[in-house]
C-alpha cells in the first residue's frame, strides 16, 4: 500500500512539473521574436523540452525557428535554422491542412521571406485560403491578429482588403 502510494505521488508531481505550450504563449512569442532573440529562445528552448506534437504548437515552434533565422549573424546558422523551421511548418500543414491558422503562419512567413530562399510556393493559394476562411473564425483575438496582417500586408490587393474590412 505504501508503494501505491509513493508511485502515486511521484506521478502526480512529474504531471505538474510538465509545462505544456499554451496557444496565446506560442502566439506571442512568434509576435515577439521578430523584435527580441530572447523571446524567440526562451520559446524555442521550452519547447524542445517538451517537443510537442499538436500540429498548431509544432507550426509555431516551426515558425519561431524561421524568423530566429534573422538573428544569426553567421548565414550557416541563418539557413540552418530557417530550413529546420521550415520543416516543422510544413509537417504540422500537413497533419492539419485546413488549419487557418497554420496557413497564416506559412503565409506571414512566405510573404516577408528573402526570395533566393525559395519559400514562396504557397503565397497564391494562402492567401485565397484565408480571405475565405477569416469570415467564419470564432476566435475573436485570432481573427483580428489575422485581419490587421492581411489588411498590413504588400500581398494583398486594395480590393482584397476592403473585402476584409467589408467583412469585419
Same mark, same amino acid.
Given at each position: 500500500?505504501?508503494?501505491?502510494?509513493?508511485?502515486?505521488?511521484?506521478?502526480?508531481s512529474l504531471?505538474?512539473?510538465?509545462?505544456?505550450?499554451?496557444?496565446?504563449?506560442?502566439?506571442?512569442? &512568434?509576435?515577439? #521574436? !521578430?523584435?527580441?532573440?530572447? %523571446?524567440?529562445?526562451? @520559446?524555442?528552448?521550452? $519547447?524542445?523540452?517538451?517537443?510537442?506534437?499538436e500540429p498548431?504548437?509544432?507550426? &509555431?515552434?516551426? #515558425? !519561431?525557428?524561421?524568423?530566429? %533565422?534573422?538573428?544569426? @549573424?553567421?548565414?550557416? $546558422?541563418?539557413?540552418?535554422?530557417?530550413?529546420?523551421?521550415?520543416?516543422?511548418?510544413?509537417k504540422a500543414?500537413?497533419?492539419?491542412?485546413?488549419?487557418?491558422?497554420?496557413?497564416?503562419?506559412?503565409?506571414?512567413?512566405?510573404?516577408?521571406?528573402?526570395?533566393?530562399?525559395?519559400?514562396?510556393?504557397?503565397?497564391?493559394?494562402?492567401?485565397?485560403?484565408?480571405?475565405?476562411?477569416?469570415?467564419?473564425?470564432?476566435?475573436?483575438?485570432?481573427?483580428?491578429?489575422?485581419?490587421?496582417?492581411?489588411?498590413?500586408?504588400?500581398?494583398?490587393?486594395?480590393?482584397?482588403?476592403?473585402?476584409?474590412?467589408?467583412?469585419?
Amino acid at each position: 500500500m505504501i508503494r501505491i502510494a509513493t508511485l502515486m505521488i511521484l506521478l502526480t508531481s512529474l504531471l505538474i512539473n510538465v509545462e505544456a505550450i499554451s496557444i496565446p504563449d506560442a502566439r506571442k512569442a &512568434y509576435d515577439e #521574436a !521578430v523584435y527580441k532573440a530572447s %523571446a524567440g529562445k526562451t @520559446f524555442l528552448a521550452q $519547447a524542445e523540452k517538451l517537443n510537442p506534437t499538436e500540429p498548431l504548437i509544432m507550426g &509555431y515552434v516551426g #515558425a !519561431v525557428k524561421m524568423i530566429m %533565422a534573422k538573428h544569426y @549573424f553567421n548565414p550557416w $546558422a541563418k539557413l540552418h535554422s530557417f530550413n529546420q523551421g521550415r520543416e516543422l511548418l510544413e509537417k504540422a500543414l500537413a497533419a492539419q491542412p485546413q488549419g487557418v491558422e497554420l496557413v497564416f503562419l506559412r503565409f506571414s512567413i512566405q510573404s516577408n521571406s528573402p526570395g533566393f530562399l525559395n519559400y514562396n510556393q504557397h503565397l497564391a493559394t494562402d492567401k485565397a485560403f484565408l480571405l475565405a476562411n477569416i469570415v467564419s473564425l470564432k476566435d475573436k483575438v485570432l481573427k483580428e491578429k489575422i485581419s490587421n496582417y492581411l489588411l498590413s500586408s504588400e500581398a494583398l490587393t486594395p480590393a482584397e482588403k476592403q473585402k476584409i474590412q467589408a467583412a469585419l
